[in-house]
């Protein structure tokens, strides 16, 4: 099993910024990638960022230019800085991991930590 531990959440005023971190522990694959996903009061989750294992990166279209995810391999944690919030990033934030290896891929979630950016 994998733990994924989340933290940074909080309130922050409209054009600041975050700084998010999740870290994993326990049965882990070297193949993997780490993300972030969001959910709004009402609305679906959606995609944030997403860092692989090997680098490669995947933003969100609302959080482009203005949001970087990055990755501790040693220790397992990954990182979302968002520069320049909106109340439109108000949301939970949640930590997915998806782990490879011969069984297939299993994903892992984080409990989610609140982000509310204040007008």
């Known amino acids: 099993q994998v733990q994924l531990v989340e933290s940074g959440g909080g309130l922050v005023q409209a054009g600041g910024s975050l700084r998010l971190s999740c870290t994993a522990s326990?049965?882990?694959?070297?193949?993997?990638?780490m993300g972030w996903y969001r959910q709004a009061a009402g609305k679906q989750r959606e995609l944030v960022a997403i860092i692989h294992s090997g680098g490669s990166e995947t933003y969100a279209d609302s959080v482009k230019g203005r949001s970087d995810i990055s990755s501790d391999n040693a220790k397992n944690t990954v990182y979302l800085q968002m520069n320049s919030v909106k109340p439109e990033d108000t949301a939970v934030y949640y930590c997915k991991r998806t782990d490879y290896g011969v069984w297939g891929a299993k994903e892992y979630w984080g409990q989610g930590t609140q982000v509310t950016v204040s007008s």
């Open positions: 326990g049965s882990i694959s070297n193949i993997n990638h």
